[in-house]
């Protein structure tokens, strides 16, 4: 008898245990400071749970480029986010983790090198407001 009590409390916290695990979800933190208002971001707008058409959703309306992350159920994103305090740009690397019901289980966020914007996020260049001037002819 001994063994099946030994085999139930284990069968127990083994179930406990990851009951625990899948009730966190997205509670894997970073450590990088710049890295956190990202993390805050996500975690406030796209909690466990979340639907993947709904995290395609709000990463195509913020225009963040995305694709495959290699794993099926896997959406990989870059973020670029600047604090506006410091106003110093960082770029992330966020892979958002789906179940085979296609429900957000995690996100990692990963920091990545910063690069230029590309020209079509880039902003528009105002157009002038006085009229242009005329160039100086070259001497004859």
Do not use: W
């Not at 916290?13 to 695990?21: I, K, R």
């Not at 670029?80 to 957000?104: E, G, M, S, Y």
């Not at 990545?112 to 070259?138: D, G, H, L, V, Y």
């Amino acid at each position: 008898m001994p063994d099946r009590r030994l085999m139930s409390s284990r069968c127990f916290l083994l179930a406990a245990l990851s009951v625990l695990l899948v009730a966190c979800g997205n509670v894997t933190k970073v450590e990088d400071p710049d890295l956190k208002p990202i993390q805050e971001m996500l975690d406030a707008q796209l909690p466990a749970g979340t639907p993947l058409a709904i995290v395609n959703q709000f990463v195509t309306a913020r225009g963040y480029p995305s694709g495959s992350a290699g794993k099926p159920g896997d959406l990989q994103v870059i973020i670029r986010h600047i604090d506006p305090q410091k106003l110093k740009p960082v770029t992330a690397r966020v892979t958002f983790h789906f179940d085979k019901n296609d429900k957000l289980i995690t996100t990692e966020i990963v920091r990545t090198m910063n690069e230029p914007i590309p020209p079509a996020q880039q902003a528009e260049p105002r157009p002038e407001t006085s009229q242009p001037q005329a160039s100086p002819q070259p001497p004859q």
